[in-house]
T-cell receptor, first 114, second 115 residues
Framework: SAVISQKPSRDICQRGTSLTIQCQVD?????MFWYRQQPGQSLTLIATANQGSEATYESGFVIDKFPISRPNLTFSTLTVSNMSPEDSSIYLC???????????FGSGTRLTVV | AQSVTQPDIHITVSEGASLELRCNYSYGATPYLFWYVQSPGQGLQLLLKYFSGDTLVQGIKGFEAEFKRSQSSFNLRKPSVHWSDAAEYFC?????????????FGTGTLLAVQP
């Protein structure tokens, strides 16, 4: 299965600032996803990162707050903009491959906003 | 609506005891089903998955799960729990036809293992 490198692994940020999270995959993948896991909660999909087109956002998530880039089939970034303490969460990148019908997750970015 | 329910928020078992974590799903089409484990401060690791065929699926770390269509369930089992199994476990469902769409996750079950 694909191997995902997600950076940074953790960060503490000031409110009002932005953080960009990177997701690098060791092979070309069709689908890349960004999830949020709030403290003590399950995973919620933020958006699907589409290569060559705008990301597809889930209800409750907007591009201005969570802009996503997908310049090629192995890389994507998620930016958390104008952060507030409510954005403190773990953000996870995931990829899906049709080869083995599997979804692989990165190790996550633990974000704390102060 | 598509959903996954994990009825048990927290479970404590003794080391060496058997384990069963429950998962029920609601899905309109034939689902793909997954169990993931998340250790503290870590990402998600896939334990096993079910797409079709034999309804009893073997996974890593000695885990298995059984798909029961009539009960809309996909319960995770392990015959003898080890202290290292203490973690949070998530059941997830996705659409059939390949990994091209989002997964829907349950709320998770936190497993504690007593010595």
């Amino acid at each position: 299965s694909a191997v995902i490198s997600q950076k940074p692994s953790r960060d503490i940020c000031q409110r009002g600032t932005s953080l960009t999270i990177q997701c690098q995959v060791d092979s070309q993948v069709t689908m890349m996803f960004w999830y949020r896991q709030q403290p003590g909660q399950s995973l919620t999909l933020i958006a699907t990162a589409n290569q060559g087109s705008e990301a597809t956002y889930e209800s409750g998530f907007v591009i201005d707050k969570f802009p996503i880039s997908r310049p090629n089939l192995t890389f994507s970034t998620l930016t958390v903009s104008n952060m507030s303490p409510e954005d403190s969460s773990i953000y996870l990148c995931s990829v899906g491959t049709t080869a083995n019908y599997g979804y692989t997750f990165g190790s996550g970015t633990r974000l704390t906003v102060v | 609506a598509q959903s996954v329910t994990q009825p048990d928020i927290h479970i404590t078992v003794s080391e060496g005891a058997s384990l069963e974590l429950r998962c029920n799903y609601s899905y309109g089409a034939t689902p793909y089903l997954f169990w993931y484990v998340q250790s503290p401060g870590q990402g998600l690791q896939l334990l096993l998955k079910y797409f079709s065929g034999d309804t009893l699926v073997q996974g890593i770390k000695g885990f298995e799960a059984e798909f029961k269509r009539s009960q809309s369930s996909f319960n995770l089992r392990k015959p003898s729990v080890h202290w290292s199994d203490a973690a949070e476990y998530f059941c997830a469902v996705g659409p059939g036809g390949g990994a091209t769409n989002k997964l829907i996750f349950g709320t998770g079950t936190l497993l504690a293992v007593q010595p």
